[in-house]
């Protein structure tokens, strides 16, 4: 399988400035940190919801390509997808409102049911040209988003690393997260750093680039599209470390499970396999 050009480059910038993060990671927290940043935080609380939004789209993609024989297997493409949708929208629109300090359950839900029927529209729209590979697409977007989930938020329950912000230099330091102590805490997640949660679910902005192969309009948009994802996560991984919640090293793994998270499941979904294709159209 070749990968393109500008994922190579990607990666092995990754690889630099993780070895960078091992002589610098507090340095670089140090100099950038600034909590009070007006442009920072107006970013974090737009970080996950492109996430989000890409879920609740490829949940809607689930239902529109599903097949049209009544099976038992499309009623529960059908209900998953409806459900899946109607959940991711109602994050986005919690954690928008979340973000701002807002708490009205009747503006999540107006923001979930005007994400529902738009994501609906557009897949219903895309389904009309290709809906095999608007399937897989799908397919790989929420279960590369699973597996990012439980990853991280299993690396946070037990690595107890304190983000840059609560350091106070008595009992919470700063240590290195190959150093850092182990510790069980469920909640781990809204107090720890590593992995960067916000970077790993970030990176699902990458599946963006697989839009040209289920839609005809973006065949000769690529490269457009990969520079909209790079410059998100670089935006997201600068405003993490200013703001203090997260260290470049968290970042880069956090990056790091995301893309090997995406690429698994890339690997599994589009093997040229006649098998493969067999139990994907079914």
């Known amino acids: 399988m070749k990968i393109r050009k500008e994922f190579q480059i990607f990666f092995i910038i990754l690889v630099m400035l993780l070895v960078v993060s091992y002589y610098f990671d507090y340095k670089i927290s140090d100099d950038l940190y600034n909590r009070s940043s007006l442009i920072c935080r107006s970013i974090h609380v737009f970080a996950q919801i492109p996430a989000y939004l890409l879920m609740a789209f490829f949940s809607a993609g689930i239902f529109n390509s599903r097949s049209r024989d009544y099976s038992s297997f ?22 928008f409102l979340y973000n701002l300090g807002l708490y009205s359950i ?10 529902f029927v738009c994501c609906y529209m557009v897949t219903k729209l895309i389904c009309d040209h290709d809906a095999y590979a608007l399937r897989k697409a799908s397919k790989l977007g929420l279960s590369s988003f699973a597996l990012i989930l439980i990853i991280t938020l299993t690396c946070t329950a037990f690595v107890d690393r304190i983000p840059f912000r609560r350091l106070d230099g008595t009992v919470n330091v700063f240590k290195p997260w190959y150093l850092a102590g182990l510790s069980f805490d469920p909640m781990g997640f809204l107090n720890r750093s590593f992995p960067s949660i916000t970077l790993a679910l970030s990176s699902d902005i990458l599946l963006i680039n697989l839009i040209p192969q289920f839609s005809r309009r973006f065949r000769d948009r690529k490269t457009i599209l990969s520079i909209i994802s790079f410059s998100w996560i670089f935006v997201i991984a600068i405003s993490q470390i200013i703001l203090g919640y997260s260290y470049l090293s968290d970042i880069l793994i956090g990056l790091l499970i995301g893309c090997m998270s995406i690429f698994l499941f890339y690997l599994v979904y589009y093997k040229k396999n006649d098998s493969f294709k067999e139990m994907m159209n079914k």
């Open 106 to 115: 009747t503006l999540i839900m107006a923001i979930d049911i005007g994400i």
């Open 74 to 95: 499309s009623m529960l493409s059908a209900v998953g997808g409806f459900l899946l949708t109607a959940v991711f929208g109602f994050l986005c629109g919690y954690v």
